[in-house]
């Protein structure tokens, strides 16, 4: 099967950065995009930003241009760099791959990573 695994989560001030990563293993034939999503107590799971395999990226309006979305085809892996942190993006940040299982093109999954908590506090 395919595992999703996100690093890269803790404590920061407000202000600051840190920078994400989400590596994809397992039975892939091919990754079609990747995409970071979060979730605070209470809310709604929120889409931040996807990247295809090919490097197109698009982001939500939430991120405001702090957050850059990046990725490592050689790698499967995926990075979501955070900056000028602030106390609301406090939240468990999720990884998101829609990925080709087999030689069949139908044959594509959703897959969802741990989540690894992000905490914006002074």
């Known amino acids: 099967q395919v595992q999703l695994v996100e690093s890269g989560g803790g404590l920061v001030q407000p202000g600051g950065s840190l920078r994400l990563s989400c590596a994809a293993s397992?039975?892939?034939?091919?990754?079609?995009?990747m995409g970071w999503y979060r979730q605070a107590p209470g809310k709604q799971r929120e889409l931040l930003a996807t990247?295809?395999?090919?490097?197109?990226?698009n982001y939500a309006d939430s991120t405001k241009g702090r957050f850059t979305i990046s990725n490592d085809n050689a790698k499967n892996t995926i990075y979501l760099q955070m900056n000028s942190l602030k106390p609301e993006d406090t939240a468990v940040y999720y990884c998101?791959?829609?990925?080709?299982?087999?030689?069949?093109?139908?044959?594509?999954?959703?897959?969802w990573g741990q989540g690894t908590q992000v905490t914006v506090s002074s």
């Open positions: 998101n791959a829609a990925i080709r299982l087999t030689t069949s093109r139908s044959v594509i999954r959703n897959y």
């Open positions: 397992g039975s892939i034939f091919s990754i079609n995009a």
């Open positions: 990247i295809t395999n090919g490097g197109r990226t």
